[in-house]
């Protein structure tokens, strides 16, 4: 099942072109109730990167989500090219379905060079290999959590801390998530597609850290949450082959909107990328809480 999944994470991000600057992506045949924006992100990356003139690598990519994606329809990527030079491209993606524009994202690339570098130390966790896998984490908690045990899963998880189902299950809170990701299984030899991969990835746990700082879990609670835009920032070239560590955390959280912030660190501890992603997140207490 899992390898079944993986392959069709590759095919989502291998888009057909539909003409000048314009690709069309599919849906997986397991969906949320909306287009998973990961999954959106991930497309718009692949079909700005595909219009290229040279190989660059990015540097930044944004996505303001502004309608929800019907899953039974493909989606139409327009890309405009913004900018090519030697060093720096711009492209802006603009995402429609029947024309609708679901989501638009700008990316950014940047050839840099040598120069001042430093960076933050990623915490101090143990290592994904003796670590629960995802599925054994679910067991017990499917009638709780359907949506994430039905959910396409390409992405191998090991949580170095409770997930939030089993941390509310606890009664405890938790003002932070830690997961190892990697892709799971063998992705072609193409900076794009392990780019892109992350990008799909970065859509998950990104928030949760605004809800487990309240002891809340999706499933357990009356929680409503929709992503409203996303930005990443590329330090490193992604091996998204092998495992990367997803720190994240929530800085504040009012007016029904909550700020996640999230960092990729290689094996090596590198700081390989950054994410912000600020979603709408509404709570329905429960009387009998």
Not at 113 to 132: K, R, S, T
């Amino acid at each position: 099942m899992r390898s079944k999944d993986f392959q069709e994470l590759l095919t989502l991000l291998d888009l057909r072109p539909a003409g000048q600057d314009t690709f069309t992506g599919t849906h997986p045949s397991k969906n949320p109730p909306r287009t998973f924006g990961g999954q959106l992100m991930a497309q718009s990356f692949v079909a700005a990167s595909r219009t290229l003139e040279r190989d660059l690598p990015p540097s930044a990519l944004t996505v303001h989500f502004i309608n929800g994606g019907d899953i039974d329809k493909d989606i139409e990527y327009r890309v405009v090219r913004l900018r090519d030079e030697r060093r720096f491209a711009n492209r802006r993606v603009d995402a429609f379905q029947d024309g609708t524009l679901l989501a638009s994202t700008m990316v950014c690339y940047l050839a840099g060079g040598e120069g001042l570098e430093h960076g933050i130390a990623p915490p101090d966790v143990p290592g994904p290999d003796a670590l629960p896998t995802i599925t054994e984490l679910l067991q017990g908690y499917e009638k709780t959590v359907p949506l994430f045990v039905d959910a396409l899963q390409p992405i191998e998880w090991r949580y170095t801390n409770d997930p939030s189902w089993v941390m509310r299950d606890k009664g405890e809170r938790l003002t932070y998530n830690r997961v190892w990701v990697k892709a799971g299984g063998t992705l072609p030899d193409d900076p794009v597609l392990h780019a892109a991969a992350m990008v799909y990835s970065s859509d998950t746990t990104v928030l949760d850290s605004i809800i487990t700082t309240h002891g809340l879990s999706w499933g357990f609670d009356r929680i409503f949450a929709a992503s409203a835009n996303h930005s990443i920032w590329f330090h490193r070239p992604v091996d998204f082959g092998d495992w990367l560590l997803y720190s994240t955390t929530s800085p504040v959280a009012t007016d029904l909107r909550g700020l996640g912030t999230g960092h990729f660190f290689d094996r090596a501890g590198q700081l390989v990328a950054t994410v912000v992603q600020e979603g709408v997140v509404r709570y329905f207490p429960s009387r009998t809480r």
